[in-house]
């Protein structure tokens, strides 16, 4: 079914308001039906006002808005709750602006409003989300945390009670709500921490909830368990919404809330909603949890990280204090009674390391990401220590730093280590393959001279860098996440890579990575070793190519060919497309071989291949089939005409000669064509009659191409002689216009002649346009053409006018080539100018498919037509798909019609509704209107009835020869 008008694609309601008390409507789009549940005709009754559809509460602030526009002559913007013929409240966002007469009247509103009303919930949901985490975040202790997240979602959900339960044990006999928040209109608010005996039903909400990873609801939609809850009576709970809390530490607790005051019944965005409060309530509450579990193994995680020489510490930025577990205390050579602060442990930094700890600390608070370095400590005997730090940092919802969490290590012992290896890589420095070792945290702290000369980068500039900066881009997250899986598991990792050297270069290496741990299987070191392998890729890719391309030409061989060919099919099946195949073979090439010796045939060959390779598209593949035959496949061909061009071409491109050392020799080709799948559906039977049609051709005397059919081959050198006599048209008058009249459907009279071209062939008789305007645009004979028809178009014009004929315009049609492709604007006042003919006479059609094919560039040309007074008339309108912001911005004075619309007028409805909504159209942007293809009386009758301005088509009259229009005139 094709669509009633532009704007009804448009989403929302598309309105025009009279300036009146509440604004009543006198144009909706179809879209007002969707929006507002109100049909078309009821809103543009004439009883129906647009402040009707505005909530009671957003009237006054709407009504300002739209008058300080108003006041101001702009356009306004508006944001309200919209109400529905069923009462629903939607939000809606929308533009407006007063429509003025040109001595700036105010004749009416107009604009368009949309539904916003999911964003606008989305945005409500992402601000109690952020309220919700960063309560959670801010939290001092578990208790306030939950008594504000109960605080947020009893407001949220405009319940009677939120509440937390725990443990959520059905096979217990009581249950109490450890925590709870109520509403005080409340009936139970003064009944709280009840011990509740858990009965049937109530072990039935609590098994539910265990073994559901979504909340439970329980209203009039969903049913209670069995015999309702007792406190269902008792507290008159009328819904409940309920979901298992499962920390990542303890048993299982219930989280719930009731309504009671009145019934409710919970929405998909509700249940959703409450289940994302849930997943936030678990995090947080598997935080809490998790530490109160480590204050009780206090004691025992001391000891770990004693004898891991790993501590932890905490800064806390709301509260400027800073501390450290007992590891981190023993680590920096301080007792308990020092009192540890931000700057202090700065102070302790080793002086030389101090500015780089302080700059990466706080750099990775603004830039928020992970403060990870090793540096040296200074401590107050005048030790020095090696230490490995690495914290992260949570931010609150204005994204301000809260909490510092970090780990500080003793690497000092490590440091012995990797002295050892330093000296050890004197052993293999001198080695041929590159050695690159990194500490456990993968940073590089040695490489040796076969990575400098492999690589380019000198020792110094990768240092402390991860390997990963000299990745090439060619292997995505998965490679190096398997390749890390292999080196954790299995110690070690062997296969090829690609890296990047310093100067850009993308090269192969075969790397071995092994790991490097110590007595107890801590990781100490990680070592690489590997070899550029580009010589040896070189060598596979050259064989490769050998095996897949001709070693005279470098044009894919018959197996490479064959693939492609292959290929090029299956796609072609798929997307329903044509493939073309021309089998091409040099004429007489033997005489050359023969005569001029084989080395010299090779040397004509590969010309002959470079020469193919120019005169074809990139998408298309040349082949050397054996020989002096070539193969082409030409791929995303919509008509045979396409493979008719680029044979043509070819053998245009082979008049020139070859010029070889001191030779000029000449050649020409024999080609045959194929077509997929008119010709063959399988390569093999597509080559043979390709081959075929190439061998026929050299019987028709060579130096030519045929099809594999006949009678395509003929279709080709007609479509070929038309066009080469096509350029003798224009010489020779073989150019002729007839006039088709254009009548008013108010008075009957004929208003204006569309000129219409056609060609008086000598031998074919009279050729409409659609046989030869195609081929005249692609050659651009159009620009000749078009600008012959214009000035014949406006001579005679000029020529009825002095005789005394009525008449308002002469049409003539414009192709998009002449927009694209001509200097329009110049060419027709050059024409008006020598015919003198006034510009308000001529009327310049163009199709709307045109039109949207370089919008800008053509609304820029019309522009400057319209200032001069020329009209503008869209042709076939209806059949593009215009959108109507593009509609506004044309210059326009008629639209026309297609006659696809007005053919089937009465008798298909849809036709029928469109034609009144493209005449709707036309008299709401003040422009004429003119039917195409008007054939019958019906058709007549229905474009009177719904007052339609014009009307053209054999009904009336067929298109007028020139010498019948002055009588043809005085007849009507």
Not at 24 to 32: H, I
Not at 527 to 534: C, L, T
Not at 666 to 679: A, N, R, V
Not at 705 to 711: A, G, K, L, S, V
Request: charged share 25%.
């Amino acid at each position: 079914m094709m669509p009633l008008t532009v704007v009804d694609h448009l989403p929302g309601l598309v309105y025009r308001c009279q300036n009146d008390e509440h604004w009543t409507f006198l144009f909706a789009n179809a879209g007002c039906l969707h929006l507002t549940g109100y049909p078309i005709n009821d809103l543009t009754s004439g009883n129906f006002h647009y402040a009707h559809l505005i909530d009671p509460e957003d009237r006054e602030r709407v009504r300002e808005r739209v008058q300080r526009g108003i006041s101001k002559k702009e356009p306004y913007t508006l944001e309200f709750r919209l109400v529905t013929a069923t009462g629903e409240k939607k939000w809606v966002w929308g533009e407006g602006q007063g429509v003025y007469s040109e001595k700036g009247v105010l004749l009416f509103l107009e604009g368009f409003v949309i539904d916003v009303t999911h964003q606008y919930k989305i945005e409500q949901r992402n601000k109690i989300l952020k309220h919700v985490s960063y309560i959670a975040l801010k939290a001092g202790h578990q208790e306030e945390m939950l008594e504000e997240v109960l605080g947020v979602v009893l407001k949220t959900f405009a319940c009677d009670r939120a509440w937390l339960i725990y443990p959520c044990d059905p096979d217990a006999e009581t249950f109490k709500a450890i925590k709870e928040v109520t509403r005080s209109e409340w009936p139970g608010a003064d009944r709280q921490n009840l011990a509740v005996p858990i009965v049937p039903a109530i072990a039935e909400v609590f098994r539910r909830a265990l073994f559901s990873e979504h909340p439970n609801a329980y209203d009039s939609e969903t049913g209670w368990p069995e015999d309702h809850l007792p406190i269902n009576v008792e507290f008159h709970i009328q819904s409940m919404l309920v979901m298992c809390i499962k920390p990542k530490v303890g048993k299982p607790w219930l989280f719930g809330i009731h309504h009671c005051a009145k019934p409710y019944v919970f929405l998909e965005e509700d249940r959703q909603l409450f289940y994302e409060i849930t997943q936030q309530l678990t995090e947080a509450l598997s935080i809490f949890l998790s530490i109160q579990e480590l204050h009780k193994k206090e004691s025992a995680l001391a000891e770990a990280q004693r004898i891991a020489h790993i501590g932890n510490w905490e800064l806390n930025f709301d509260e400027n204090t800073l501390t450290w577990s007992d590891e981190v205390y023993r680590i920096f050579g301080q007792s308990q009674e020092f009192l540890p602060t931000l700057e202090g442990f700065f102070q302790m930094v080793h002086p030389d390391d101090r500015e780089q700890v302080e700059q990466t600390f706080r750099a990775s608070i603004q830039q928020k990401k992970t403060y990870n370095i090793s540096h040296r400590l200074l401590l107050k005997d005048g030790s020095i220590k090696y230490v490995n730090e690495r914290c992260e940092t949570y931010y609150g919802p204005s994204g301000n730093a809260v909490r510092s969490f970090g780990i500080v290590q003793d690497i000092t012992e490590q440091k012995v280590i990797e002295e050892k290896l330093r000296q050890s890589a004197v052993i293999v420095d001198n080695t041929a393959d590159a050695i690159e070792v990194t500490d456990q945290h993968n940073k590089i702290i040695e490489v040796n001279r076969a990575y400098s000369r492999i690589t380019g980068y000198e020792r110094e500039e990768v240092l402390g860098n991860d390997p990963g900066f000299s990745k090439s881009g060619k292997h995505g997250e998965k490679f190096y996440k398997s390749m890390w899986q292999d080196i954790r598991n299995k110690g070690m990792w062997q296969g090829e890579i690609w890296n990047k050297r310093k100067n850009g270069e993308i090269y192969p290496v075969w790397q071995t990575i092994s790991t490097v741990r110590d007595q107890d299987q801590a990781v100490l070191n990680y070592v690489s070793v590997f070899s550029d392998i580009s010589m040896i890729k070189k060598s596979q890719e050259k064989i490769d190519f050998l095996a897949h391309h001709d070693p005279l030409t470098g044009l894919p061989n018959r197996i490479l060919f064959n693939d492609r060919l292959d290929h090029a099919l299956r796609r072609a099946q798929r997307d329903k497309q044509q493939v073309g195949l021309i089998f091409l073979d040099l004429d007489h090439f033997k005489n050359i071989n023969d005569s001029l010796g084989h080395p010299m045939g090779d040397v004509i060959l590969q010309k002959v291949a470079k020469r193919i390779k120019e005169n074809i598209r990139d998408v298309d593949t040349v082949a050397r089939h054996g020989g002096d035959e070539f193969v082409i496949i030409m791929e995303e061909s919509q008509q045979a005409l396409d493979v008719v061009v680029l044979a043509h071409k070819l053998i245009m491109a082979f008049a020139n000669p070859f010029k070889v050392e001191e030779h000029c020799l000449h050649l020409s080709i024999s080609m045959g064509i194929s077509l997929y799948p008119k010709d063959a559906r399988n390569s093999e039977t597509l080559i043979s009659n390709a081959d075929a049609a190439m061998y026929r051709a050299k019987e028709e005397g060579r130096n030519n191409f045929q099809f594999y059919t006949r009678e395509m081959t003929q279709a080709a050198f007609k479509r070929l002689t038309l066009e080469s006599e096509l350029h003798y048209a224009l010489k020779e008058n073989e150019l002729v216009l007839h006039y088709q009249p254009q009548y008013s459907l108010a008075s009957g009279e004929v208003t204006n002649l569309e000129a219409l071209i056609r060609w008086n062939h000598p031998k074919l008789g009279l050729i409409l346009p659609d046989k030869f305007i195609p081929f005249s645009e692609e050659s651009n004979l159009i620009l000749l053409i078009g600008e012959w028809v214009l000035e014949t178009a406006c001579e005679q014009m000029q020529r009825w006018i002095k005789g005394g004929l009525k008449l308002q315009r002469v049409a003539v049609n414009m192709s998009g080539v002449q927009f694209q492709r001509g200097n329009i604007v110049d060419t027709i006042v050059r024409i008006l100018e020598k015919t003198k003919l006034a510009p308000e006479r001529l009327e310049i059609e163009i199709t709307e498919s045109a039109i949207m094919q370089r919008m800008d560039q053509v609304v820029r040309i019309l522009d400057e037509l319209s200032q001069m007074g020329v009209t503008i008339a869209i042709d076939d309108f209806g059949t593009g798909y215009s959108s109507l912001s593009y509609l506004k911005r044309l210059p326009i004075n008629r639209l026309k019609i297609d006659k696809s619309f007005v053919r089937d007028i009465p008798q298909d409805l849809n036709d029928v509704a469109i034609t009144r909504a493209v005449n709707a159209l036309g008299k709401s942007l003040q422009v004429g209107v003119v039917a195409e293809g008007v054939e019958t009386k019906e058709q007549w009758a229905f474009l009177k009835a719904i007052d339609c301005n014009e009307a053209q088509g054999y009904y009336f009259s067929q298109p007028v020869v020139v010498e019948d229009v002055p009588s043809f005139l005085r007849r009507e």
